[in-house]
């Protein structure tokens, strides 16, 4: 009996068995093979499918994508790239820039003369003292799975968060910076307000910092993340403002809307 090519399979057949192939081995070893396993990998229903089979959209899902083959490597690759965020592993991750006062401490919420943070899964905290304290963590986005192209090409929304607040009975000053920079660390984009002065005998209540980069300039490879700030009263011990539950998050979405690419990895 004679074999049978796999190519002389219908091409829905082709489809459902590329459908539970990993993504990366899809375009990196099937694609190149021939122009049909490429025209069929190329397929707008492929990863819509994938998608759909992985989570990330539903059957009633209405909102415009741009590209479906970049939007499963974005939500694929979509997570908090801050590593203990939550100082559940005491101070973890952080390079610390700025160690003034009493140093950096981390306690449990909601601490003395504080409050309890809006999600009850967060229990802890970072805090600072009397003299400056910063933390921060440079993200290489190369090492946590985006490629050249994705971030070049398709640029999508880069999303920082942060969360801070004072002691009821001591003022303080928070400071944030944020920094999109090249391989060879040249900032080709930052996110750094004014200084948040809270004075003392406030409410204790814990405040978010949110800002989105849109449609920054090609070759960014790295992320620097830093907060910290002291107290207002110079009191020794741990009175300035206590942070935790930062994120940055590399979106799904897209504010540009470059043409269909093939968006190897």
Request: charged content about 25%; hydrophobic content about 40%; proline content about 7%.
């Amino acid at each position: 009996m004679a074999g049978v090519s796999i190519n002389e399979l219908p091409e829905s057949i082709l489809l459902e068995v590329f459908m539970h192939l990993p993504a990366r081995q899809l375009l990196l070893n099937c694609r190149p093979v021939c122009s049909l396993w490429r025209d069929i990998i190329d397929l707008v229903t492929l990863w819509k499918r994938k998608c759909l089979r992985e989570g990330f959209v539903t059957e009633d899902w209405d909102q415009p994508v741009a590209d479906w083959k970049v939007f499963f490597f974005l939500c694929s690759l979509r997570r908090n790239l801050l590593r203990n965020p939550c100082a559940e592993e005491d101070m973890t991750s952080w390079q610390i820039d700025s160690n003034g006062g009493d140093h950096w401490k981390v306690e449990s919420l909601p601490g003395p003369h504080g409050t309890e943070f809006p999600d009850s899964k967060v229990k802890k905290y970072f805090v600072t003292s009397y003299e400056m304290c910063l933390k921060s963590q440079l993200i290489d986005l190369k090492a946590e799975g985006y490629w050249e192209e994705l971030l070049d090409t398709f640029r999508p929304d880069i999303v920082v968060k942060d969360w801070f607040a004072a002691r009821a009975d001591c003022g303080c000053t928070y400071h944030i910076r944020v920094q999109l920079a090249s391989a060879d660390y040249i900032v080709l984009a930052s996110f750094e307000p004014p200084p948040v002065t809270i004075h003392q005998w406030n409410d204790a209540r814990w405040t978010e910092v949110s800002h989105t980069f849109s449609d920054y300039p090609p070759g960014v490879r790295h992320i620097l993340f830093q907060h910290g700030g002291k107290d207002t009263q110079f009191w020794a011990g741990w009175y300035g403002p206590r942070v935790t539950n930062s994120s940055i998050v590399i979106s799904h979405k897209m504010t540009r809307n470059p043409a269909p690419s093939t968006a190897h990895p």
